[in-house]
């Protein structure tokens, strides 16, 4: 059982409402989001907001570390994983 | 090989340049503080949340402190923006693809420093901060020319966009003397940078964009659309607003970037010339989603 399974329900939403071209379900956790270009540098800024607001706090893009954006499983656990 | 128009152009603008050489020590004098709250640091009409009943709600005082921070939150845009700018300009410099504007590019390169120093001693100086750079940029392969293009089509959204406020603030007399300078510095060079950023992106689009498959066409020109976007979020900065002590400032960002007619208006209005010279040159095929 996965943490979080509804914020990972949520990315999965958004990533495939800001792609167009793929369904949510063919995003599993593990799915590499930048390489395979399911979403593109100029998105990460309203990925970021989205997860502000997921969380209900600020993201302080000091702390982030190369990767954290490479696929569900990273990002939740960077996010999220205190919470 | 650059074509005999941008080499003439950047030969004019080297020109100018020396003509303009300053000392951005003696340019401008940083007084011990700014009134924060009495003054206008921002034209009132220019800030984020203008036009909206969060803007209607505040009082004179409020609005003047907001102004102040919209000041800090514009000039720590310029600073990193132009960090970005100057990595981008040292790389190119006697680049064997545009090696006859290396001259040029030096003078660009000590330009944009200059502004740094404006914008860096503000925000330091009244603010005691830079506000953090929120965008980032991932590594990839491109084809031939396009990362050169990229580089200097996204220079061309910052510097457009930016500049606007510039020549409005420069003029605005409501604004605090040193805001007011800072603006007038900054366009009195970024007029020369703009010359030369339009011709060298129409430039490399006729020269590259022939060669690019039309999946890599299509990526390039949803990636300026997308960069618009990347540089007007920006400006509605959750910190800003906290800093002038308004409440919920995440969600009055979020809101006022993603609901709000009359900021959208304005970021229309402000991104129009540049989304026109795009379309005209056949660079853009639609308008960005503002």
Redesign the interface.
Known sequence: MTDHPEVREALRGWIAGHNGSVSPESIADGTAIVEQHLLTSVQILDLIVFLEGLRGESVLMAELKPGVFRDIDTIVSTFFSSR | MISEELRETAEKLVEQSRQSLSNPYESLQFPASVPVGEEWFTSPELISIHGTPAFDGMDDAQQRKLSFYEAVNFFSLNIHGEKALLEGLARRLYDPELTELSPYLHHFLDEENKHMIYFGTFCSRYGGKVY???????HRQYAPGEESFLFFARVLIFEEIVDYFNRKMARDERLNKVARRINALHHADEARHLVFGRSVVRELFVRFAGQWSAGTLL?VR??LL??F??VW??YYN??MFKDAGIAHP?QL??RTFSEEEAPRALRERVSQSTVDYFLKHGILLGKPSL
């Open positions: 953090e750079d929120r965008t980032i940029a991932f990526a949803q990636h997308g960069y976007r990347v979020r920006e959750p910190e995440r960002a979020e």
